[in-house]
C-alpha cells in the first residue's frame, strides 16, 4: 500500500469508527492490519481482524474473527474468515470492492452486520439475511 | 519486407514514422486484445508488449471468436499473435510477456513506464484495477473496454494523465445511478454460491465491434500527440452492438460521454495534501503501528 492510500485509510478509519478505537498493527512480514471489538446488545462481543492483503486496493480485505466461533457457523471461510463477498466475483456491479471508494472501513460495518446476523442465526439457527453484506 | 511499400495506401492518413515511436503494450490477448494488437501492427506502431497470463493457451472453444485459427490450436496465445502480426507487419517489434499482472505489480510498473499507451483487455475487475493503479502512476495513457453481457454492446474509455480514471469511472458508473438497474450485471447469488452464473457469451463480431473501437480510440491518442484539434470530446465511448431497451435506443447506436474525476478518488484524487505531508503522516502512522503491534 502507498503513502497516500495509508493515509486516507487510516483518516477513514478514525472518522467512522473511533469510538471502537480500532489499532492499526503490522506483523513480521510488515502487514498492516486492524484490530478492534464489535458490540452488540446484551454485553456479546467479538473481535475482528482487518487483514490489508498484498494486492491491495485492488484486492479487498479479509475480516478475521479472532475468537472461536461454533462449528456450522455460517458465511464463515476457512481461517475464521467472515464471508462478506463471493471470492470469485470478478465483474463490475454495485456491489463489488471498489477500490476508489471503499476503504477497510467499511469492513467495520459489514462485520457489524454479520455479527448481528451471527446473534440471530445462534438464537433462531437461522441467518436472518440472504447473503452477508448489502451495500 | 519493402516498409515504403507496405504503408504505401496508409501514408497519406498516418505518416509510419509517427506510429514507429509508439510502445503499447496490450494486456490480455483474448478475443478483444489480439483484434487490438493487430489493428496496432496495422497502424505501423512501432513496439507491442502482449501480456497474458502464464500457460495461457489457445483451446478449440476461442477460435471462433479469436484472430487464431486452428494451425495455433495449443500453443500460447502471445507467442501464436505475435507470428500472427508479424505475417503483416514484419517490421513491427513484438514481446510477449507471460504473467500474471495482479500477482507481478512490481514488474507491471516497469512494463507501463515504458509505454506510450496500455490497452486494458482483460475481463475482470481486480486485474483492470491494477492496471489501472499502476498507468496512472506512471502517467501513461490507459485504453480500456468491455464487452456487456451477450454481446448487446460494450464500452471504452480512457484514462489520460490528469482526467478521470478507471476506478473513477467505475464508482461513477455503477453507484451513480446513471445505468437502469435492470441493465446492471446481476450480482451473484449469494444464497446459492454453486449456482451458474448468469451471463451471456457474445458473438466473434460483437467483440471485434468494440475492440475496433478500442483501436481507434488508441489511434486517435496518438496522433493527438501531434495534432492540437480535440481528438474527441469525452472519455467514454458506449456503443450498442444491438438495440436494449433503456440503454441502447437502435443497434449501432454510440453515445460518447465526460465522466468527470472525483476529486475524492482515492487512486487518482490529491486528497488535499502534499507529497511530504502525505509521507510525514504516513511515517508517523506506521511508527505507531509497529510500536502498538509486536
Partial sequence: MD?????????AMMERWSALEPRLRSDASGQLHWELTLHAEGGNRLPIKIV?????????????ALTSLPSGTPHLLPGNRICWRHPS?????????????DTAALCVGVAQRW????????STSKWPVPDAVSN | MNRDELFKRTRAILKPEVAQQQVWAIIGVGSGGARVAEEAARFGVGTIILIDRPDECLEE???????????DLGRPKGEALRDHILNSNPGCEIEVISMDVVKDRDRLATIIRRCTQVHCCVDNEPAKNVINEEAVAAGVTLVFAGVFDGGCGG??????????????MAAFLN?????????????????NPDGIENSTAALNLDIAQIALIQARVGLLTMLGRHDSAPDFKGNYVLFGNRRVEGLFPRMLSSDIWEIPRDPCCLICGAGGMTEAQINAAAE???AKAVCSGN
Avoid: M
Fill in chain 1, 3 to 11: 503513502s497516500k492510500r495509508l493515509v486516507l485509510e487510516h483518516a
Fill in chain 2, 61 to 71: 472453444h476461442n477460435i471462433i471468436r479469436h484472430v487464431l485459427g486452428y494451425k
Fill in chain 2, 284 to 286: 508517523d502512522i506506521l
Fill in chain 1, 115 to 122: 455479527f448481528y446476523a451471527f446473534l440471530v442465526w445462534l
Fill in chain 2, 155 to 168: 464500452e471504452v474509455g480512457r484514462v489520460v494523465d490528469g482526467g478521470a480514471c478507471y476506478a473513477c
Fill in chain 1, 89 to 101: 466475483e470478478s465483474k463490475r456491479n454495485r456491489n463489488i470492492w471498489c477500490p476508489s471508494k
Fill in chain 2, 175 to 191: 453507484r451513480s445511478g446513471r445505468f437502469d438497474e435492470s441493465q446492471a450485471p446481476q450480482t451473484f447469488d449469494y444464497t
Fill in chain 1, 52 to 64: 490489508y492483503p498484498s494486492g491491495y486496493p485492488s484486492d479487498a480485505p479479509d475480516i478475521v
